[in-house]
């Protein structure tokens, strides 16, 4: 975790200096400002935890800062207020304005460090509060999968249902859906939660290692063996193994696999004795199998022996009513990450994410939204924070064509065909039918509600 931020506000140079020093020395990152003005304006670029303000300033008293500042989001920072004046009524009323204490001047070093350590611990006790409400409180969400889309329900209710059963499971979905995410997901529903995961990514692997990584081999089975060693399928015994972009899985790799699904034995390269594994096995893959088994490129009896359990993961432009969801608990993920206090997305930020296709799935929203809770210039995150890639303009298709009638037609019916066609094409997804006619989200949205289409959910 980030050092925690402290924003120490004084008019007066020396004293600024005196307690920057300790602060620093006790492993603080600091900030300092001279007046309320220059400490609120510090206060939104700087994000500090704790703010450390003198109760007189020369344009407004310190607890008029902190005012002005809780107002806008009680959680993000707590105050310690000076005085060197140590009177009771001053002391009550910063206290009843929301200070956590208050110190009279010339502040003992040992107390202010106390005392802001001890504000520090509170305010990670109500970040972490607050975090475990919103996960309470979001109904459409299990280990990690957000979502309220009808697809992502379906995938939700998959995992209930197939989690618990010892059943090989295939998920199947573009680059960046999530399947890994769902692996995981199934695994800790099932009873082997408890037992052990591991993965292995079958395009990253060499089709001279695969054999020997998934089934092990004998000391002596080939040049470099020098001692025996278990294969990934037989040290996940009792648990979960999963294979990512199983559709790259060499030919020969594949009898293999589907002798150890039918008979529940592995032999290790080398070997002569056949052992009994109880491991689950989910596999996943971007790739259409049917179409890789009419290339020769992957066993049809194999495809029939995960067949039997397929969730398919839909992309994030056909669910982009779930962005939002998505979006807002990266932000929470990485306002961990990176001690930030990012509150959300202004409206033409967001309007762009709605618009933008995402080709690389809710991988690149992720990522999208850890660069822009980093660099975010405020607590909102805006147009000018979102770093995404320019996507290449599509290729003209065949025109549109349309009869019209011989009583003619308004231009009105015309576009309102359109429209409804282009829904119908995208599924209901207004994003998508936004890209198929090279317009904006808000233009489609528009026309949506103007003529009663059905849309997505």
């Known amino acids: 975790m980030e050092k925690w931020k402290i924003l120490i506000v004084d008019d007066e140079a020396y004293q600024r200096d005196i307690l920057r020093v300790i602060m620093e020395n006790e492993g603080f990152a600091v900030e300092c400002a001279e007046n309320g003005e220059r400490a609120i304006e510090m206060c939104h670029r700087f994000s500090p935890d704790v703010v450390l303000c003198d109760y007189k300033l020369p344009d407004m008293e310190g607890t008029q800062v902190m005012e002005r500042l809780v107002t806008s989001d009680r959680h993000k920072h707590e105050f310690i207020i000076f005085t060197a004046h140590g009177t009771i ?18 502040v003992e070093r040992e107390k202010l460090i106390l005392t802001t350590n001890r504000a520090c611990e509170r305010l990670a006790l109500v970040r972490e509060n607050i975090q475990l409400k919103k996960q309470l409180a979001r109904p459409f969400a299990i280990e990690g999968v957000i979502g309220k889309h009808p697809s992502i329900l379906k995938v939700l209710d998959f995992i209930k249902t197939v989690g618990p059963l010892n059943v090989t499971v295939l998920i199947t979905g573009e680059t960046g859906t999530g399947k890994d995410l769902i692996a995981r997901a199934i695994h800790s529903a099932s009873p082997r939660k408890n037992k052990i995961f591991q993965a292995v990514n079958c395009a990253s692997m060499p089709e001279s290692l695969l054999e020997s990584e998934l089934f092990g081999y004998e000391k002596g089975a080939f040049t470099g063996a020098y001692s025996q060693k278990q294969g990934l399928i037989e040290s996940s015994n009792g648990g979960t193994l999963f294979l990512d972009e199983v559709g790259e899985l060499p030919v020969g790799p594949q009898a293999k696999l ?5 008979e529940k034995k592995v032999r290790r390269v080398g070997g002569k004795e056949e052992i009994a594994i109880d491991v689950r096995l989910i596999a996943a893959t971007n790739k259409k199998l049917s179409d890789e088994i009419k290339k020769g490129n992957f066993r049809e009896d194999l495809f029939y022996r995960f067949r039997g359990f397929v969730i398919e ?73 979102l770093d995404l890639p320019a996507q290449p303009s599509s290729p003209a298709g065949p025109a549109f064509n349309f009869e019209i009638p011989p009583n003619g037609v308004s231009l009105e019916e015309i576009e309102r065909q359109v429209i409804f066609k282009a829904m119908e094409k995208s599924g209901g997804c207004i994003a998508r ?12 949205e528009y026309r949506v509600k103007k003529y009663a289409i059905p849309r997505a959910r």
Do not use: C, H
């Not at 009524?89 to 010339?106: M, W």
């Not at 589907?258 to 039918?262: K, T, V, W």
């Not at 039918?433 to 489609?444: C, D, Q, S």
């Open 313 to 385: 993961l839909p992309p994030l432009r056909e669910r982009s009513s779930d962005l939002y969801l998505l979006a807002e608990s990266f932000i929470e993920k990485y306002n961990l990450v990176f001690n930030r206090a990012v509150r959300g997305i202004g409206n033409e930020a967001l309007r762009v994410l709605m618009d933008y296709p995402w080709p690389g799935n809710v991988r690149q929203l992720d990522s999208v939204i850890e660069k822009a809770v980093l660099l975010a210039r405020g607590d909102i995150i805006e147009l000018a924070d």
């Open 258 to 262: 589907l002798r150890f699904l039918e």
């Open 89 to 106: 009524e001053s002391a009550v009323k910063a206290i009843k304005r929301g200070a956590f204490d208050y110190l009279t001047k010339p």
């Open 433 to 444: 039918a936004a890209k198929l006619l090279g317009t904006t989200y808000r233009t489609v």
